[in-house]
């Protein structure tokens, strides 16, 4: 994420810095998230402290409980996440908005609630809330595709692999760790960030 890459300040090329120096270990997702994090120290840091930084990083995939008999049955557009600006979720309606065949279900809180709202209006969308992390299996199974558009760094996001283990495809941006687990055109689909065209012709694809 982007809090942890060192970025151009200098008070937080010290503060990045210091902190993975005195780290006894450094975990990441996946590999690309690896060689984005060196990427953005290699400007900045001498070789020795790259040495370092190799030494200490550990490429740690998330796991999830693979449910016992998976299937779905569902029909709609499912996007599971806070609901923040950099989450991308404007892009999601803005995609939607129109498209009569298939209904959209937004399952998250946060403090952009409010304006996306407002920016469904008039559009086959629901807003469900936050759930319990046990219940989005329930929205998994009601779930033609997961679209997670996030405009920043995402990590790797668990409702990926939930949503394969359901046999769910997935619509997600070029972002973070996300295409060392997203094969576009075979385990879903991947776009660029906040490129709404894109994201409407995908859903139109996999709905």
């Known amino acids: 994420n982007e809090e942890y890459i060192i ?10 810095s210091t902190a993975y120096q ?18 953005s120290f290699k400007p900045w840091v001498d070789e020795p402290f790259m040495e370092m930084l190799r030494a200490k990083i550990k490429v740690v995939p998330n796991g999830i409980a693979v449910p016992p008999n998976p299937s779905k049955t569902g029909d709609c557009v499912l996007y599971v996440g806070r609901l923040i600006e950099n989450k991308g979720v404007a892009d999601l309606l803005d ?56 405009r920043l760094g995402d990590g790797l996001p668990n409702v990926i692999l939930e949503a394969m283990a359901h046999g769910v ?14 094969s576009d055109g075979q385990t879903g689909l991947l776009i660029d960030p906040g490129d709404v065209d894109a994201l409407r012709s995908a859903i139109e694809r996999l709905t």
């Open 22 to 39: 005195e780290a006894s270990a450094i975990s990441v997702q996946t590999p690309l998230i690896e060689r984005e994090l060196l990427a």
């Open 7 to 16: 970025g151009s300040s200098f008070l937080k090329r010290v503060g990045v």
């Open 169 to 182: 495809p997935v619509i997600a941006t070029r972002s973070a760790g996300i295409p060392d687990i997203v």
């Open 95 to 150: 995609a939607v908005r129109g498209q009569a065949r298939v209904r959209t279900v937004v399952v998250g809180d946060g403090p952009d609630r409010v304006r996306l709202e407002g920016i469904a209006k008039g559009s086959d969308v629901e807003f469900v809330g936050m759930v319990e992390p046990e219940e989005v299996a329930f929205y998994l199974k009601d779930a033609l595709v997961l679209v997670l558009p996030s």
